[in-house]
């Protein structure tokens, strides 16, 4: 499998270099040449077999020969048996159509840990090959965070810099985040928005003289071998409902784009999904697009699901890469314009076709708390402000006949514990941290505060990675 740039100016990778690499040197994103085709045998094969053995059944045609199967298999039991479920990413039916799937069963309690727990098990293969050293640098509004240093700490071949914004994430995401005792992290806050992050770690490595100094690699969906972990648990939830005999659908609460990419992709693959049902917060940008086909950037607004307090979702370009006929140059060029203007139509062709497939809801927080408050009366069941985004989405589907009576999965992202102010808020009952945890609110803190500024934080990591002065 080979690996292509969205802004067609990147050299082609395979599996491990894209890995390493992050962001293209063009600015785009890496994306497989062709998707790999599963026929319906294929999936059909795979129905009620174990978690691991799903997981590397869909990721080997995307790591092609950068791993032996040997190597791949003791990753993928590493990353997993850290998991406290043992389906890991388990099915709770919520009513006759509608399923949760409970993604937050890994060690920091959120979705990210599915596929930052492989990563982590995947650098340390290729790291050891090569005899080489990475500095990671990610940015995070408050779960990639936790989730990346938890899957690097302690690991001699990676430094790892994550920058979260200053006063906009939890307190159990950032102390998730500060409290972890190992001399290879760094938590800096950002006196800024998440996009603020996001933007500055793009620009280091938009960088070459920085990036190739500290040899920059990326924990952010940006590495596509994020994304690829994340399509295991489409097929297996797929599966369990019926698949590939019976069509499903997704509704995925999003922010960076990354998640329910990852359901493109499986789509792509050959899964039968009918539909992808998008839930936004106030910072609704990505369902303002899906509902007309135009962006326009506003200033991000914080809001009870701070992890999707987002304006410019990186992954987006990865589905824009298909509806531009994947011409990278031409893609490439309306990003700049969207970067310089503030806003960005679809190209006409294909629109109808992506319109069909995702459906797009926004929730402020009033509608937030009103659907934690309704599924807790409804079902008993405690849910995080972001999981009950994506839940109130596949209703709203449901109810507008978009969703039809196609068995529908709600993505649990978050343990309800990570946001108990939230759920309290909506529910009156503050969820307790699980056992692992459960002193976290009284460890002690070590981060840095820095300006949003490119430079100081650029000589923060050099004067901190064991990269920096070696080079
Ligand atoms: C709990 C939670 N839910 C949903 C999201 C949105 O996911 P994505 O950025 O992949 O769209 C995030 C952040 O990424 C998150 O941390
Ligand atoms: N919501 C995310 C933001 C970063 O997204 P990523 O999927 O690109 O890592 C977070 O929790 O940090």
Redesign the pocket.
Known sequence: MRYISTRGQAPKLNFEAALLTGLARDGGLYVPETWPQWSAGQFRKLAGKPYEQVAAAVTKPFIGSSLKTAQLDKAIAAAYGTFRHQAVAPLVQVDESLWLMELFHGPTL???DVALQLLGQLYDIVLKERGERITVVGAT????GSAALEACKNRQSIDIFILHPKGRVSDVQRRQMTTIEADNIHNIAIDGSFDDCQDMVKAMFNDPKFRDRVNMSAVN?INWARVMA?IVYYVTGALALGAPDRAVNFA??????????AGYAARAMGLPIDQLIVGSNRNDILTRFFNSGAMKMSKVAPSL?P??D?QV???LERLLFDLFDRQGKKLGQAMTDFRETGSFAAPKRGWAATAKLFKAYKLDDRETLAAMRDVHKRTGMLV?P??AI?LAAALEARISGKGSATPTIA?A??HPA?FPDAVEKATGIRPALPAHLADLLSRKERLSELPNDLGKVQDYVLAHTRLGHNR
């Open positions: 959120a979705f990210k509004s408050g779960d990639t969906s994340q995925v609460p999003s922010g960076n784009f990354g998640n329910v990419f699901s992890s999707m987002i979702s990186s992954n995080d972001h999981s994506g993505l992202t978050a990570k």
